[in-house]
């Protein structure tokens, strides 16, 4: 690596993090980026808690060996199954310096100055579901004030990592999932997209989320919520570095990350295959 070269790392278990990564570059351009996308093993929403933490511990270590000071879990999966016990458990024993965040708890920060029912709707992976990690972070901020309702949309996924968004099938899925987010509760006035990939879906969505309803992507919050940490922690901010540059690194074939991944970040890019 170059001399002094910190970058910012940024993980997901595909290539959903890269709409993370996209709005985080547009805000913050001046700092240099890592991407890795453990595209091998994707994806991980189905995976049970102890292999996300595995997976995600494994990637985390990996930036870290390669200089990074901060890493940025943009995977929601992996922000709801491994990010606490990566930052009670690993960090303060190996690695206390260094620091970890994820993408659920800024998405839910802003909550409040979206709903006027108190109805919130969430729809996202089996894993992101079943942690009922954004329930609890809800009820943490907001108390008993707040009504969450969770659908799990095990298709959207693969449907994106396939590049089938004009498929019908991605128009049944996604209709079939919204609708039965409303049956349960037709209060819902806000709705958070809690995967990184769905917003590369978001003109099938629109067509079925009800018109008054608000939707709340991750990629502008968390990439605002970025910029607030690192004001607050200048500690940490005085350690990465700003060269303006971006790498991508997979644990697939990088020919098939380049082609996929361009689509994402809407220009050509060039990666490199590593192993965890």
């Known amino acids: 690596m170059q001399q002094n070269y910190q970058p910012i790392g940024v993980f997901d278990s595909g290539y959903g993090g890269l709409t993370i990564l996209k709005s985080i570059v547009a805000r913050l351009p001046q700092y240099d ?5 453990d595209n091998a093993r994707t994806p991980y929403g189905s995976r049970s808690f102890d292999v996300v933490y595995d997976y995600t511990r494994q990637a985390v270590s990996k930036l870290f ?6 890493v940025i879990l943009a995977c929601n999966t992996a922000s709801a199954k491994a990010l ?6 690993d960090l303060p024993l190996n690695y206390p310096e260094r620091r970890v965040l994820g993408v659920i708890r800024p998405s839910v920060e802003q909550i409040p100055l979206y709903t006027k029912t108190g109805h919130i709707g969430v729809l996202g992976t089996a894993g992101t579901v079943l942690s009922e990690s954004y329930p609890l972070e809800i009820a943490k901020i907001s108390g008993e004030h707040l009504s969450v309702t969770q659908e799990a949309c095990p298709m959207w996924v693969p449907l994106v990592e396939n590049d ?3 498929n019908p099938a991605a128009d049944y899925f996604v209709r ?3 609708r039965n987010l409303f049956r349960r509760d037709p209060k819902i006035d806000t709705v958070i997209l809690g995967c990184t990939h769905y917003p590369l879906l978001r003109k099938t ?3 079925y989320i009800p018109l008054h309803v608000k939707v709340l992507e991750q990629g502008p919050v968390v990439a605002e919520s970025l910029a607030d940490y690192l004001v607050r922690h200048p500690e940490i901010d005085q350690q990465c570095s700003k ?12 020919d098939n990350f380049e082609t996929r ?8 890019l060039s990666a490199e295959k590593i192993q965890l």
């Open 243 to 254: 060269r303006g540059s971006v790498r991508y690194f997979t644990t697939e074939s990088a």
């Open 65 to 70: 060996s390669m200089d990074c000071r901060l």
């Open 176 to 178: 079939k999932n919204i």
């Open 84 to 89: 606490r016990s990566i930052q009670q458990n």
């Open 33 to 37: 980026y890592i991407y890795l996308g």
């Open 205 to 207: 969505i629109d067509k």
């Open 164 to 166: 089938e968004l004009d």
């Open 261 to 268: 991944a361009g689509l994402f970040m809407g220009h050509p």
